[in-house]
């Protein structure tokens, strides 16, 4: 698995990695060839997510959901999943 980080700061909270590490784990237990570009903004994360191929899309964003779901967290969805093979959320901090 392939993460590329834009503009974090070289010390996270705890919570912070702690979310991550568990994010990174369901998305390599799915697919372990994908590719993950996080970029932090001042009020949120933008999580680009490309599958090694387009059939685990289904099966990555449902875990995804699962996840957050447990979590109580809302994701912002991408609405162009199927036709650009990426899936792309945004997380408020």
Known sequence: ?????????EIMQDNDE???RHCF??????????????TKN??????????SLP???SMLLEELLKFHTLLGIHLNLSKSIKS????????AI
Do not use: C, G, Q, W
């Open 42 to 51: 001042p009020h949120s994360y933008n999580f680009r997510i490309v599958t």
């Open 55 to 57: 059939k685990y899309n």
């Open 25 to 38: 784990a369901i998305i390599e237990s799915v697919d372990e060839l994908s590719k993950i570009e996080i």
């Open 18 to 20: 702690n979310y991550f």
């Open 84 to 91: 650009s093979s990426t899936i792309s959320f945004e997380l």
């Open 1 to 9: 698995m392939e993460i590329v980080k834009r503009f974090f700061p």
